[in-house]
């Protein structure tokens, strides 16, 4: 079983920028297509960007750029020029390459505002 562990959310003004992290342990990193959603308020989860085990990026939404050590257990997720609309509790996942499993951290709360 996989354990996730976000961190990098907090208060932010728009037009800033902010860097999510999320340490992985309990199995083999580079087996997982890691995966950031978003989750705003009576809102609906969305996928904001994914990478592949070999660290390849293939879908990326908009301002946001996704990347991963796999030596580090860590996928990382930079998100440029804030604005209010980013705003949610960004949650990362782990979906294994092979087998039908995925797995959810706790999240981390951005919070863009003036």
């Known amino acids: 079983q996989v354990q996730l562990v976000e961190s990098g959310g907090g208060l932010v003004q728009p037009g800033g920028s902010l860097r999510l992290s999320c340490a992985a342990s309990?199995?083999?990193?580079?087996?997982?297509?890691m995966s950031w959603y978003r989750q705003a308020p009576g809102k609906q989860r969305e996928l904001v960007a994914t990478?592949?085990?070999?660290e390849s990026a293939n879908y990326v939404k908009g301002r946001f750029t996704i990347s991963r050590h796999n030596a580090e257990n860590t996928v990382y997720l930079q998100i440029d020029s804030l604005i209010p609309d980013d705003t949610a509790v960004y949650y990362c996942?782990?979906?294994?390459?092979?087998?039908?499993?995925?797995?959810w951290g706790q999240g981390t709360q951005v919070t863009v505002s003036s």
């Open positions: 309990g199995d083999i990193f580079s087996f997982y297509v």
């Open positions: 996942n782990a979906r294994h390459v092979y087998r039908n499993v995925n797995y």
């Open positions: 990478i592949t085990s070999a």
